[in-house]
């Protein structure tokens, strides 16, 4: 199947590149809806992934005989309800049998709790996060919008794992620099915000090796993030100023906000993806587009690939 024009440049040349990689095993959870069964289809059909579906069969198979969906070449791995088929998936993943999971039609919270468990999860040392990689019209170059969907008023220390995950996903994705902006409301620190007071910590922590691999800058605000002019006439000089293509958001209403206006007011494209666990985690909507999900799974793809591509430590 050829590559699709999907309306943004960057996805394209996303999806080029994970199916010149070669597709990976996903175990998507919970597929009991036209939206999910279609999402597989598509990036299965496009070489990006080999799902297994994991759900409840009889739904699994109604729900496509309803949307005349051909999933007889995809394996079907039985469970009685959504939160086995949550656990059944993470189990997939920690026997070796898929490299990246996917939300099906089960609810968020479902999922990421069978991610998160002590016992039988995928939880790595660092701190689980959402980044969103936006592909906007009229902007030269992919941003990374962190973080919109986990964590909801992160800490500090819960702040620096979401830097790091956002900084390691820019490279993955080959973005050469990851120049990070700390987003507040304005680019002073003021100690009534303690979201300026985060962004001068993580500054600082940078500055130390406690954050590594990118360039920080914070308090920074929307404008003189992303504008060169606003950030000139703020006097602002630093390499992130007016040139930020990461940018972290100060809670998750604020990220979620700043997402969304831009994909459904500025006609972005949004790839979302969520890092810190032992493989990536692909969680679509039904809002999204056929774009952003085969970008999410090209996301994905590319992750899973670098993390099979790292040593392994013996006796981890």
Do not use: W
């Not at 990374?144 to 969907?149: F, G, L, N, P, S």
Request: hydrophobic share 50%; with cysteine.
């Amino acid at each position: 199947m050829s590559a699709p024009g999907t309306g943004h440049p960057y996805f394209d040349r996303l999806i080029g590149l994970a199916r010149e990689s070669g597709p990976v095993t996903v175990a998507l959870a919970h597929p009991c809806d036209a939206h999910a069964l279609e999402s597989a289809l598509d990036a299965s059909r496009l070489g990006l992934i080999q799902p297994i579906l994991v759900g409840p069969r009889a739904r699994i198979e109604q729900a496509a005989a309803a949307a005349a969906l051909d999933i007889s070449a995809l394996p079907l791995v039985d469970t009685p309800h959504s939160h086995a088929s949550a656990a059944r998936a993470v189990e997939i993943v920690r026997e070796g049998g898929a490299q990246a999971l996917m939300k099906g039609s089960l609810h968020t919270d479902e999922l990421m709790g069978a991610v998160v468990s002590a016992t039988t999860g995928l939880r790595t040392a660092r701190r689980l996060s959402h980044c969103f990689v936006m592909d906007i019209p009229g902007h030269g170059e992919p941003l990374i919008i962190t973080d919109a969907a986990v964590n909801i008023v992160p800490a500090l220390a819960d702040k620096v794992d979401i830097v790091q995950n956002a900084i390691d996903l820019a490279h993955i994705l080959g973005f050469g620099e990851a120049r990070v902006a700390i987003l507040a409301a304005v680019e002073t620190v003021n100690p009534k915000m303690p979201a300026t007071l985060d962004a001068a910590a993580l500054c600082k922590m940078a500055d130390r090796g406690q954050i590594t691999g990118g360039i920080l800058d914070g308090p920074l605000a929307m404008d003189n993030a992303i504008d060169p002019e606003a950030a000139a006439i703020k006097h602002l000089v630093s390499p992130v100023a007016g040139r930020a293509n990461v940018l972290v958001a100060p809670d998750l209403e604020a990220g979620n906000m700043l997402a969304k206006s831009l994909t459904f007011m500025a006609g972005a494209g949004a790839a979302g993806i969520v890092l810190g666990a032992r493989v990536p985690l692909i969680l679509t909507s039904r809002a999204d587009s056929v774009a952003a999900r085969l970008a999410s799974c090209a996301v994905a793809v590319l992750v899973a690939r670098r993390k099979l591509a790292e040593p392994k430590i013996l006796g981890g």
